[in-house]
């Protein structure tokens, strides 16, 4: 038995060979040259001793060949490791620990990195994208595999791990979302039912592929038979000219982007899009002025989601169809249901909020992840019976609508990018002049939402600015970078001496320090 | 030591993804093109002034210049030499 994901891929490959499968960064690939890509692919992995369940880490950039890793990892039983290539090597070490790493394929700069500081120490094979590099296989090498899809002598029966997506813990430790073949595609087939895709449809993806958003983007279209269009970075600008030369139909983007596609889009020079027939906007909720000037200027159904990587969208809403509900999440996915939990109920009984009572959203679906990856402990804490606790909290309606009301879970979300502020503090903690400190979120018109850090020196030290500043350039990555930093004498505390995360912004406010 | 500066400035920017050979590099604005986006701006300019040892001013971290490969290289040049 084959790979599902892969055989609907090959299908597709063989009945529209000379369609296009993926366009990304002025390069165009139609089905048959996409196939024979993957198939490439897998051969390379195969000839270096990949294996099924290996765990293949890739820092990963937006490209073809990233696109086609995935399906050569779901055709091979083997599972991918995306990383976010701008996370510092520390906690790129400790994902790739986290997530049983066996092989690796990143670009030179990795390699280089990871020899300045005590070498690569992982099992298996290295493969170097972009050049030739010491003790690693030249990716070139793939011209020379066979175009011919590999046969296997083993079955896949979908249960298999394809992704391990890390986000990291609030303790610091990284938690690697395990993402199964088959929930891959009840995934990909759950968002083709409600958004109506079809083959027709140009599907563009403009976040990083090592979040779970894009992965979905670029495998859906793969195995309908559409076209995907693959954003190689995300700027306002490349976006706006990506979508007027690519005309693509459908996108789910994060809401930071739609704020500052937007922006542009007003300008008196920018190009008139019409080619969508939906957009989506998840991640955050959008502001209803920005709705509806995008709804003006784009003429399509607009959409907000809402989901998480572990249980993929939870619930939808067309703001066209549902003009009375313009402040809600929308309704359940058919594979979905909801409660909305009491805080600190932990009893089987009266645990569930009234409508309208606010309390934390928590999951029951079809589409939950396998769990969290050899750290079944803290997936089990992360569970009510069978509901996947958000952290977010919200309230239903009288008729089934849920509406987002705020964050339970310590989480700094910096243009879709979750940030967890503690592994911010575990890093600055380490300077020997901090006694103690808070990153904490601070508002901000573009992002959403930017780290700001607040620091108590200890008795007779001095912070120095410009060294903090360095010391976080070196050990912390870009999307956890302090925007802002405040010193203080003390932080904003209950009386149990609980540290008041949400309460340090006011309190410096108050104080007259945030000018 | 010129040619270190040059050479360490376009390979961080090239970190994630490769330049095309048709660019030319030295007036290309790196972050409207998104090599480094604008959270990672903050990280690139602190990792050169830790690099040699420079240091720069806040309103030359507020020009757009900064964003420019060639003009990125050239002032961190002069402050070498000063």
């Known amino acids: 038995m084959r790979s599902r994901l892969a055989s609907l891929f090959y299908e597709n490959a063989q009945a529209l060979p000379d369609k296009e499968a993926i366009w990304c960064d002025g390069q165009s690939v139609t089905y048959r040259e996409m196939a024979n890509l993957v198939s490439r ?9 990949a294996a099924y369940g290996d765990h293949i880490a890739i820092p990963m950039n937006n490209s073809i060949e990233s696109a086609a890793l995935f399906f050569s990892a779901a055709d091979l039983g083997v599972c991918v490791v995306p990383l976010n290539p701008s996370l510092p090597l520390e906690a790129i070490r400790a994902a790739m620990t986290a997530g049983d790493v066996k092989h690796v394929i990143a670009r030179k700069a990795f390699f280089s990195e990871c020899d300045k500081s005590g070498g690569l120490d992982i099992p298996g094979f290295a493969i170097c994208l972009d050049q030739d590099y010491p003790n690693t296989f030249p990716f070139s090498k793939l011209s020379e595999m066979p175009a011919q899809r590999p046969e296997l002598d083993y079955d896949i029966t979908g249960s298999e791990s394809l992704i391990l997506t890390m986000t990291s813990g609030s303790t610091g430790t990284p938690k690697p979302i395990d993402i199964s073949q088959d929930n891959k595609y009840d995934r990909c ?13 140009r599907i563009i993806a403009a976040t990083p592929l090592y979040h779970t958003l894009a992965e979905r983007l670029v495998i859906l279209p793969l195995i309908l038979g559409a076209s995907s269009v693959l954003l190689p970075r995300f700027t306002p600008a490349i976006w706006l000219k990506c979508v007027a030369e690519q005309k693509p139909t459908f996108t789910i983007a994060v809401s930071a982007q739609l704020a500052q596609i937007l922006e542009l889009l007003k300008k008196p020079d920018a190009p008139s899009i019409t080619s969508f027939r939906t957009i989506v906007s998840s991640s955050a909720l959008l502001e209803a002025s920005v709705k509806y ?14 989901g998480a990587s572990e249980v993929s969208t939870v619930t939808d809403i067309c703001f066209q169809e549902a003009r009375d509900k313009q402040n809600s999440v929308g309704k359940p996915f058919d594979e979905a249901k909801i409660k909305i939990l009491r805080d600190e109920s932990e009893s089987d009984f009266d645990t569930e909020c009234a409508p309208g009572e606010i309390g934390e959203i928590a999951v029951r679906t079809k589409l939950l992840c396998k769990g969290y990856y050899r750290q079944e402990a803290m997936m089990k804490a992360a569970m009510f019976h069978d509901y996947f606790r958000t952290g977010d909290l919200g309230y239903m309606d009288q008729d089934g609508y849920l509406y987002f009301s705020g ?33 904490f979120s601070y508002p901000d018109d573009r992002l959403g939402e930017v780290v700001a850090l607040a620091i108590v020196p200890k008795e007779d030290h001095e912070i120095n600015l410009r060294a903090l500043r360095t010391y976080c350039a070196r050990n912390l990555a870009d999307f956890q970078q302090p925007h802002k930093i405040f010193l203080v004498d003390r932080l904003p505390r209950n009386t149990m001496g609980k540290l008041q995360r949400t309460a340090i912004l006011s309190y410096l406010r108050e104080a007259g320090l945030d000018g | 030591m010129k040619e270190n500066v040059k050479e360490f400035i376009i390979d961080y920017i090239q970190r994630e993804y490769t330049i095309p050979g048709d660019i030319d590099i030295l007036t290309l604005n790196f972050v409207e093109e998104g090599y480094v986006d604008s959270l ?24 757009p210049d900064i964003k420019i490969v060639g003009n990125l290289i050239r002032l961190v040049e002069a402050k070498m030499e000063a």
Do not use: W
């Not at chain 1, 692919?41 to 001793?49: E, R």
């Not at chain 1, 979300?413 to 300077?431: C, E, F, K, Q, S």
């Not at chain 2, 701006?41 to 309103?59: K, R």
């Open chain 1, 41 to 49: 692919y897998s051969n390379l992995l195969l000839s270096l001793g």
């Open chain 1, 189 to 201: 087939a759950a968002h083709i039912r409600v958004y109506r895709l079809t083959r027709q449809d």
């Open chain 1, 293 to 306: 000037e995008l709804i003006e200027l784009l003429q399509c159904e607009f959409h907000e989601m809402y």
């Open chain 1, 407 to 439: 964050r339970k879970k310590e989480l700094i979300i910096t243009g879709a990018v979750n940030v967890y502020p503690h592994d911010i503090d575990t890093v600055i903690a380490r300077l020997p002049e901090v006694e103690e400190c808070a990153a």
């Open chain 2, 40 to 63: 990672g701006l903050i990280q690139f300019v602190y990792t050169l002034e830790d690099e040699f040892n420079i240091s720069f001013s806040e309103n030359e971290l507020k020009s």
